[in-house]
């Protein structure tokens, strides 16, 4: 009898589990790279339930770069493109019709790194060297290009090898002479054994967000309520892994794929901390945009070559959903 008991019992909370999965709304991220460290405050879903809170069932599609998640969110992989805004330029130059929802890291974290005795001080040393980048469509390869036309320079003036995400090895052995990276790729960098390095930060040129959640222009008018909810668990995710960084680095542990190293894991998470916050973040609140900055990055990129339309931010920038 008892058995019996017990076993109704698990079938009654089975049957529930599937109910409540069934009452949740499936939301994916097409994310730019791999699960890793930095992006803990999505991959702890399973541990804190954000998104479950708020009724969505959370997926993550890894990518290799801003480019690639645009492209898995247009072919249906996914709901929202995790991406940087020189993949939002140009994907909206090629004619695609997409909003950008909510600002990510708000801080530009992209650079160029090279060890000293390569004599690389500025972006104009670039030319005719050769370059590592994390893909053809990451916003490492972008925000290279920014760099080398900000300075006359073009593609064809260097010579980009694709290196993979985080991967510091062809810098370090000598197969290239620079590689453009984030911030948390050089700290991972000097941890692999990266010596004395030049780094041309792209901030001190253009201090656009890193990231953003980007979605079709028919995906924002048909789900605002839904989107609405999603944003609202992604900022309680962010601003959990602010206040509580040492916890974060603990779940990181288990669920991001290059966190075994937990004080590794805190230092990465406090370094994506820093960019996830802003001058507009603290007066107006996380994920919020500072539309001049956006419009003089698509002007930047117009200007110099990188992108052939005129594009106007404050048709394409929706700060509607963002939590208050």
Known sequence: MIIRTLTAFAVSVLVSTAAQADD???????????????????????????????????????????????????????????????????????????????????????????????GIKSAADLKGKTIGVYSLNSGTRQN???????????????????TGLLNFAPVIQGQVDA???????????????????????????LNVPSDMFVVTADYYQANKKLLRRFLSAYRDSAAWMIAQPEEAAKIAVDRS???????????????????????TTKSKGLGHFDLDVLQLGADAYLAHGLIKSKLNMNQVIKSDLIPE
């Open 24 to 118: 949740l709304d499936k939301v994916t991220i097409a994310g730019w790279g791999k699960a890793i460290s930095e992006i803990t405050n999505i991959l702890a879903e399973p541990d804190k339930g954000f998104f479950k809170a708020h009724g969505i069932d959370l997926g993550y599609v890894p990518g290799t770069g801003g480019g690639s998640a645009i492209i898995n969110m247009l072919t249906g992989a996914a709901d929202v493109a995790f991406t940087d805004p020189s993949s939002f330029y140009q994907a909206l130059d090629r004619g695609e019709n997409l909003v950008a929802i909510y600002n990510i890291y708000p801080q530009n974290v992209f650079n160029v790194v090279s060890p000293v005795d390569r």
């Open 144 to 162: 290279l290009l920014f760099l080398l036309h900000q300075v006359g320079l073009s593609e064809a003036d260097v010579k980009i090898q694709v």
């Open 179 to 205: 590689t453009a990276a984030t911030d948390t790729g050089l700290y991972v960098g000097k941890l692999k054994g990266l010596s004395a390095v030049n780094v041309i930060n792209v901030k001190d040129s």
């Open 257 to 279: 794929i290059n966190g075994r190293n937990e004080p590794v894991n805190l230092d990465i998470i406090k370094i994506r901390n820093i960019s996830a916050q802003s001058e």
